[in-house]
C-alpha cells in the first residue's frame, strides 16, 4: 500500500489560505451588519414620521 506525502510546507500554506478567507468572511459578516442596523435604524425613523 503506497503512502502519499504531502510537502511539509503545505499545511502551513493551506493554514495561512484558511486564516485569509475566515477574515474575509468576518469582514463581510461585519459590514452586513452594519448596514442592516442602520436600515433598521432608518426603517424607525420613517415609522416614528408616519406615526406623528
Same mark, same amino acid.
Given at each position: 500500500? /503506497? @503512502?502519499? #506525502? +504531502?510537502?511539509?510546507? @503545505?499545511?502551513? !500554506?493551506?493554514? +495561512? =489560505?484558511m486564516?485569509? @478567507? &475566515? #477574515?474575509?468572511?468576518?469582514? @463581510?459578516? %461585519?459590514r &452586513? /451588519?452594519?448596514?442592516l #442596523?442602520?436600515?433598521? =435604524? +432608518?426603517? +424607525? %425613523? *420613517?415609522? !416614528? %414620521? *408616519?406615526?406623528?
Amino acid at each position: 500500500m /503506497a @503512502v502519499q #506525502t +504531502e510537502p511539509k510546507g @503545505v499545511n502551513k !500554506d493551506m493554514q +495561512e =489560505e484558511m486564516v485569509g @478567507v &475566515l #477574515t474575509a468572511i468576518s469582514i @463581510v459578516s %461585519k459590514r &452586513l /451588519a452594519n448596514r442592516l #442596523t442602520q436600515l433598521d =435604524e +432608518e426603517n +424607525e %425613523k *420613517k415609522g !416614528d %414620521k *408616519k406615526n406623528e
